[in-house]
């Protein structure tokens, strides 16, 4: 059963617009989340986090919206530049989990000149 | 080292062989992750260390697996009698206590064959 899941797997963007990612989950005990981005052949690289307790995090172009009541985060990045072409993966953690991160699928983002 | 570094970076092994994969994580790191990624899927959690005390294995898929951090730095994934079911990228990660963003290595692509 996939406790994280990102229903999109690719999505192509203008550069300059905005790039929405997607996640959902299903664990209500889940109470922090990451997002990582993905070259590849290199390993994920951290992004940004939220906590169950917010309910938007901002750094630099990049923002996560947490909605707690529909089990949906979204990472936005404007204005989006051909660098963030990538693979991203949406993560969730919960205090019980010993540190333990529970991935989507990924959604590889392509942001077109 | 700067960063999470894993050996080998490719693995081909014929059916049935044995192998090791080594990752040295950051210095200091206490705690140790290692994640198995299939293609086209995202990071599913392997086993946890903090320290030399594996705390969690329960990601390991069998038997066949074992993983190892005798001193609480270095630690190897071993994987006995392999199939052709492990082939995957093999993740190593590393931080500080807490698990919030922790840094993964580039991994080791093993194919079996």
């Known amino acids: 059963d996939q406790q994280v899941k990102q229903n999109s797997p690719s999505l192509s963007v203008q550069e300059g617009r905005i790039s929405i990612l997607n996640c959902d989950y299903t664990?209500?005990?889940?109470?922090?989340f990451l997002w990582y981005k993905k070259y590849p052949a290199e390993g994920p690289t951290f992004l940004i986090s939220i906590s169950s307790i917010k309910d938007k995090n901002e750094d630099g172009r990049f923002t996560v919206f947490l909605n707690k009541s529909a089990k949906h985060l979204s990472l936005h990045i404007v204005p989006s530049q051909p660098g963030d072409s990538a693979v991203y993966f949406c993560a969730a953690s919960g205090n019980n989990q010993g540190g333990k991160l529970i991935f989507g699928q990924g959604t590889e983002l392509s942001v077109k000149p | 080292g700067a960063g999470v570094s894993q050996s080998p970076r490719y693995k081909v092994a014929k059916r049935g062989q044995d192998v090791a994969l080594r990752c040295d994580p950051i210095s200091g790191h206490v705690s140790l992750f290692w994640y198995q990624q299939a293609l086209g899927q995202g990071p599913e959690f392997l086993t946890y260390?903090?320290?030399?005390?594996?705390?969690?294995k329960s990601g390991l898929p069998s038997d066949r697996f074992f993983a190892e951090r005798p001193e609480g730095s270095v630690s190897t994934l071993k994987i006995q009698r392999t199939q052709q079911e492990d082939s995957a990228v093999y993740l190593c990660?590393?931080?500080?206590?807490?698990?919030?963003?922790?840094?993964f290595g580039s991994g080791t692509r093993l194919t079996v064959v």
């Open positions: 260390f903090q320290n030399e005390a594996q705390l969690d």
């Open positions: 990660a590393s931080s500080s206590g807490t698990h919030y963003g922790y840094t």
């Open positions: 664990n209500s005990m889940f109470d922090y």
